[in-house]
Nanobody, 125 residues
C-alpha cells in the first residue's frame, strides 16, 4: 500500500485547508490512520488519528476544536479539515498508517508502518 498526501498550500491566518491522503495498491480499511506534522528544525509530531472504522478520533491539544479528521474507506482516503489556521501550524504534514483494526490510536511515529510523502502547509500572519 502506498500513501499520497495532497491539499497543502499557502493560506492566511484564520483560513482553512483540507488535506487528503489517498491509498493505492491496497485497502486502508485495516489500518488506523494518523496525521503528523514537522516544522523546520523540529521533530515529527502527532496531530490527529482515527481508528480503522472511523469510530474513534484523537487530536493533539494544539489543534483540538480546529481540525477534524475523517475517512472514507470506500474511497480509500483519509482527510484532515483544518480551520482557523495559525502561523504555528506551518509545517509539512504527513499521513501514516498503523496496521490492525485497533481500538486505540497511537501517537508515536514508530508504530506507523506506512507513510505518505508529505504536503507543505504554510500559514501567513
Amino acid at each position: 500500500v502506498q500513501l499520497q498526501a495532497s491539499g497543502g498550500g499557502l493560506v492566511q491566518a484564520g483560513g482553512s485547508l483540507r488535506l487528503s491522503c489517498a491509498a493505492s495498491g491496497g485497502t486502508l480499511s485495516t489500518y488506523n490512520m494518523g496525521w503528523f506534522h514537522q516544522a523546520p528544525g523540529k521533530g515529527r509530531e502527532f496531530v490527529s488519528g482515527i481508528t480503522w472504522n472511523g469510530g474513534n478520533t484523537y487530536y493533539a491539544d494544539s489543534v483540538k476544536g480546529r481540525f477534524t479528521i475523517s475517512r472514507d474507506n470506500a474511497k480509500n482516503t483519509v482527510y484532515l479539515q483544518m480551520n482557523s489556521l495559525k502561523p504555528e501550524d506551518t509545517a509539512v504534514y504527513y499521513c501514516a498508517a498503523d496496521w490492525g483494526r485497533k481500538t486505540a490510536i497511537t501517537i508515536t511515529t514508530y508504530e506507523y508502518e506506512l507513510w505518505g510523502q508529505g504536503t507543505q502547509v504554510t500559514v501567513s500572519s
